[in-house]
């Protein structure tokens, strides 16, 4: 194959097994990086992967993680860039019989779940979720089973199979409304994968949860202590941080939500200096939409210290503009989920894009999920 490979080493702490839900040891997974297109191949594929789209009535959908080329290509081609949850809504209504999901597994699988009738093509198979690995289904659910009296909830980091197994699916820009509501209903929680994200949310919004102790191999390395010191050089500048990050982490920022609401943050601030704890393929569109601004990655080693994915995700490092044409061309590449899988798998994704739906219209979230019917 093509490209370096890179073993990609982390950790699930076992000290984490007695805080309130198990822990899966996935070390020594592997992530293979396409090489760089020079800049006379970049225009050759990107005008072929253009063709290819029209030929084929296919869009492309791209996270804002994935190289820059595939988000502005994305977007140049009238396709989509944006979290995984904008991109589940945009693959779902648009009218193209093609869908190409540049992003990691799980955003394949919810597309295909949530159009099953259209061919979704990824330009790499193997790139995955350090949350998804990290969540067998088999021991998650087994997980659930001692816990019968609590509603699941899930994380959209997670495969086909441990969302059919959950009540309700979020992302990190909805996971607070969602539990929020529940939790006003009285309803006691069992959360997975992110151990960071979940214990923001039990800390936001004073929910009972017990949690599956999963982490975000980008996320998890950022260091609060750097972070500080950072800071005392930037002293004017604004720290955004995503809630997959350390609580210590967290409790230094000046906004705390999902790669929108960074966007949002980023917009909105009068500052001019930010400093951004989220992936760093985050900074080309942060920087494309506020030419005026600067902006720097948090730090995630110090002195001494080793850094495991320098702020960028191996699996999303995957895609790559080559692997767009190939795909196209010859079909290779195409998301498979079982069809009675997909059934279950989305109903909670279906209940989340009903909720997040009643909310832009102004409805009342506890309506909401009665309306909707969770479990």
């Known amino acids: 194959m093509d490209g370096a490979v890179i073993d990609v080493d982390y950790e699930q702490p ?10 899966c040891d996935t070390r020594h997974a592997w992530a293979r990086v396409p090489p760089e297109p020079t800049p006379s191949e970049r225009l050759q594929l990107k005008d072929r992967i253009r063709q290819l789209l029209r030929e084929r009535d296919a869009v492309m959908v791209s996270h804002y993680y994935v190289h820059p080329d595939l988000q502005d290509l994305a977007e140049e081609t009238g396709g989509l860039v944006s979290d995984s949850l904008e991109m589940a809504r945009f693959g ?10 540049s992003g990691v597994r799980f955003m394949g699988e919810t597309a295909k779940i949530l159009s099953p009738d259209k061919r979704v093509l990824m330009p790499d198979l193997d790139a995955n979720c350090s949350l998804d690995l990290g969540c067998p289904v088999d021991a998650f659910s087994a997980f659930c089973d001692a816990h019968p009296d609590r509603t699941v909830v899930v994380y959209a980091n997670t495969s086909a199979a441990v969302k059919a197994r959950a009540d309700w699916l979020v992302t990190s820009s909805c996971a607070l409304d969602v539990v929020r509501a529940l939790h006003a209903q009285g309803r006691k929680i069992l959360w997975g994968p992110d151990r960071h994200l979940g214990d923001y949310i039990r800390r936001e919004t004073g929910a009972d949860m017990v949690s599956w102790q999963g ?3 980008v996320h998890d390395e950022f260091k609060a ?3 500080e010191l950072l800071m005392k050089d930037h002293p004017a500048a604004r720290v ?4 997959e990050s350390p609580a210590d982490v967290v409790a230094l920022a000046d906004a705390v939500g999902s790669t929108s609401a960074i966007l949002n943050a980023a917009r909105q601030m009068e500052a001019k200096e930010f400093i951004v704890a989220t992936d760093t393929g985050m900074l080309h569109k942060l920087r494309t939409l506020n030419p005026g601004k600067t902006f720097i990655e948090a730090p995630t080693a110090g002195n001494g210290a080793t850094c495991k994915s320098c702020a960028h995700c191996p699996w999303m490092a995957m895609n790559g503009l080559a692997d767009v044409a190939r795909v196209l061309e010859t079909g290779a590449g195409e998301v498979q989920v079982d069809p009675a899988l997909g059934l279950r798998a989305r109903v909670p994704i279906d209940r989340m894009l009903a909720f ?3 909310l832009k219209k102004g409805l009342p ?4 999920i009665a309306g909707i ?3």
Do not use: S
């Open 225 to 227: 202590l750097e972070l």
């Open 92 to 101: 779902r209504d648009h009218a193209a019989r093609t869908l190409v999901v």
């Open 356 to 358: 997040t739906a009643g």
């Open 14 to 23: 076992a000290a984490l097994q007695n805080e309130g839900g198990p822990v």
């Open 240 to 243: 955004l941080v995503h809630p």
């Open 373 to 375: 019917g969770a479990a």
């Open 365 to 368: 979230a506890g309506g909401l």
């Open 215 to 217: 982490a975000c191999i």
